[in-house]
């Protein structure tokens, strides 16, 4: 994976954690924080360039380099500030990736309706799901159980799928998965190891967190 430029909302935890693993992959960081404090903070304890202002504000974005940006992250404690940054970056400045974690799971599925890529509640799948070719149209993250240990997602098996007409017991899924249900043709089935898979299905299932990328890999096969 080439490495690339990614605009990170919100310098907490979360935000410090997730560009310090980003840029142990060797990509380029910039952390937008409004709290002056945080920002000092920042500047010293990693090695990222450190914007002063609020997310959503177009001439902050600009400062932080949005422009020339291939992700913009929004991982603030607002989920209402984390969509307006995200939709700033796709409607005005047209950032390829734009990912937002929500603090509430309850907002899922209005962060995905207003135009999210790919909403998160877990933030131990962002720094992985950014460096992943995984698109949204592909992978939507349902729900997340056991206070984000584990996550219901549903992905569509793409046209070019080398598992077309696979049976579920052929395919090796990682440890701590399991596909609970599949939607084909807007019927819902409840599947066994004789179920085949076709494209355009749309699997739904259940996974620890460690398992997550390694399943979402495993149903992307092309």
Do not use: W
């Amino acid at each position: 994976m080439r490495n690339m430029r990614i605009v990170i909302v919100g310098g907490g935890k979360v935000g410090r954690y997730l560009a310090a693993s980003l840029m142990d992959r060797k990509n380029r960081i910039t952390i937008i924080e409004q709290d002056r404090f945080r920002c000092r903070q920042l500047a010293n304890l990693i090695d990222a360039e450190v914007v002063l202002g609020d997310g959503t504000d177009p001439d902050v974005l600009i400062a932080a380099g949005i422009q020339r940006a291939d992700c913009l992250v929004a991982v603030t404690g607002s989920d209402e500030t984390n969509l307006v940054a995200v939709q700033l970056a796709k409607e005005q400045f047209h950032i390829p990736k734009a990912i937002a974690r929500t603090n509430d799971p309850r907002n899922l599925e209005t962060m995905r309706a207003l135009g999210v890529d790919i909403p998160v509640s877990s933030t131990g799948m962002i720094a992985q799901l950014i460096e992943q070719e995984i698109g949204a149209a592909e992978m939507q993250l349902l729900a997340t159980l056991n206070k984000g240990r584990a996550s219901i997602i549903t992905i569509t098996l793409s046209e070019n799928s080398k598992l077309h007409q696979r049976k579920l017991r052929d395919i090796e899924l990682p440890a701590g998965s399991l596909i609970i249900s599949i939607v084909r043709n807007d019927e819902l089935i409840i599947p066994n190891g004789n179920t085949p898979l076709y494209t355009g299905d749309e699997i739904v299932a259940v996974c620890e967190g460690s398992s997550q990328i390694q399943l979402l890999k495993a149903l992307k096969k092309s």
